[in-house]
């Protein structure tokens, strides 16, 4: 019942709604249900005043780690320019690589805006592997990624984790820049394990000349 209050009072809006849903998130004695449903209430309001609370609760490092994470999402939901901006001014704030992973991944819901502050992500040497690579892999969802720019991550990893995740991205984007550009990699690379990843995704992307290019290495 209390719960079906809570969400009544977001669907009302109102800057006294407003004052009770964020009473209700700061009341530590709550259910933890209870101040889940306040938070959501809150995203569902498009002012900025909402996307304040929300910011706050994602910055906060003594809310729960799964708290700060639904914050971090909603922001993404909100797409455009202001979700982009806000999570790209969040991430260089955040520490917990949990946190971080989150906003990447509220960040490639933001839509085509989002994907530079990903790839920007993945070039950074300071980030860890294991984000450099979630950041590829986010912005490989997101839609075309321009194959140069991939293939400039290529060209600058040092680590085998971020060349898998780069070589996934290129299969991921279909078309025949992206086919040409794993094949010219394959060519380059000597790690036995990249080049068998390479002609896998090869085979399975139904390119005019990956029979061609198959045939190749087979006769070799």
């Known amino acids: 019942m209390r719960r079906t209050a809570v969400f009544y009072l977001g669907q009302s809006g109102g800057p006294e709604a407003m004052s009770a849903l964020k ?32 910011l706050q ?6 809310s729960e780690p799964e708290t700060r994470q639904r914050a971090i999402f909603w922001i993404g939901q909100r797409g455009g320019s202001v979700g982009v901006k806000t999570l790209s001014e969040l991430y260089g704030q955040l520490e917990d690589p949990e946190i971080k992973e989150q906003a990447l991944f509220a960040l490639s ?40 720019d991939i293939y400039s991550l290529y060209r600058d990893a040092e ?12 299969s991921q984007q279909g078309g025949d820049a992206a086919v040409e550009k794993m094949m010219e990699i394959f060519r380059q690379e000597q790690d036995p394990e990249l080049r068998t990843r ?18 190749e290495i087979i006769n070799k």
């Open 159 to 170: 680590d085998r984790e971020i060349k898998e995740q780069v070589i996934f991205a290129l």
């Open 23 to 54: 009473g209700i998130l700061a009341d530590e004695d709550a259910e933890s249900e209870l101040r889940e449903q306040a938070l959501f209430a809150i995203s569902q309001q498009r002012d900025d005043e909402a996307l304040a609370v929300l």
């Open 57 to 62: 609760v994602a910055r906060d490092d003594k």
């Open 198 to 215: 390479i002609v896998f995704w090869i085979g399975q992307s139904n390119h005019p000349r990956a029979v061609q290019f198959l045939e």
């Open 109 to 148: 819901q933001t839509g085509k805006d989002g994907q530079p502050i990903l790839l920007k992500v993945a070039r950074d040497k300071k980030e860890s592997m294991e984000l450099r690579s979630r950041a590829i892999f986010w912005a490989s969802q997101m839609g075309t990624v321009p194959v140069d």
